[in-house]
């Protein structure tokens, strides 16, 4: 069965450092993928998106993400975090549904 | 302003008791979609519908029910609640199957 994996449940940087949630799928056809956001008590949000093309994607906020297909994987980084980046973190894939991962929490600490 | 909204926002009911969850959007999407939310577990979609008349099972349809009469709306019917049905409820709507998907605000259901 396809299934996306988040490897971090929970990440506590201190702003400044750099950061990368990691994001692996198990599907050997066409994907799309995604990055979301949900900050605390909102909706979630679309951070950035990868179809076809540039295997290295940005987004908004200073995120980006890498597409490795031999990986089977789409990590989602950026640079210097800042606090008001404290939020869950969702990796989805739509192959012939939509499979989102369990999340990752980031704690910003300022 | 393009949004999806829903309905209510918070929800407190009795096991069996039957309710409806609305899901609106108007930005003229043929795609919609019902996730619920729950902790450690991500977002898992209960069903979802590629166009008007067109619906299909997701990952956990068991208890609810769905439909799409009118392109804009899509509501979530749980015709007998029970407590394992307590969840964080997202609706989702995007132009096509497959692009971006945007969220509506969530209904939070407790069945007690």
């Known amino acids: 069965a396809q299934s996306v994996s988040q490897h971090n449940h929970h990440v506590i940087l201190s702003e400044a450092a750099s950061l990368e949630l990691g994001c692996n799928y198990s599907y050997g056809g066409t994907v799309n993928l995604f990055w979301y956001v949900q900050y605390p008590g909102q909706h979630l949000q679309l951070l950035l998106k990868?179809?076809?093309?540039?295997?290295l994607v940005k987004g908004i906020k200073g995120f980006e993400a890498e597409f490795i297909k031999s990986k089977f994987s789409f990590n989602l980084r950026k640079p210097s975090v800042q606090w008001s980046d404290t939020a869950e973190y969702f990796c989805a894939v739509k192959t012939n549904d939509m499979r989102f991962g369990a999340g990752t929490r980031l704690t910003v600490k300022p | 302003e393009a949004q999806v909204t829903q309905n209510p926002r918070y929800l407190i009911t009795v096991t069996g008791k039957k309710l409806t969850v609305t899901c609106s959007q108007n930005m003229n999407h043929e795609y919609m979609s019902w996730y619920r939310q729950d902790p450690g577990l991500g977002l898992r979609q209960i069903y979802y519908?590629?166009?008007?008349?067109?619906?299909d099972k997701g990952d956990v349809p068991e208890g609810y029910k769905v439909s799409r009469k009118e392109k804009r709306n899509f509501p979530l019917i749980l015709e007998s609640p029970s407590p394992n049905q307590t969840s964080l409820y997202f609706c989702?709507?995007?132009?096509?199957?497959?692009?971006?998907?945007?969220f509506g605000p969530g209904t939070r259901l407790t069945v007690l």
């Open positions: 989702a709507s995007s132009l096509l199957a497959g692009g971006e998907q945007f």
């Open positions: 519908s590629m166009n008007v008349e067109v619906t």
């Open positions: 990868y179809f076809s093309g540039d295997p």
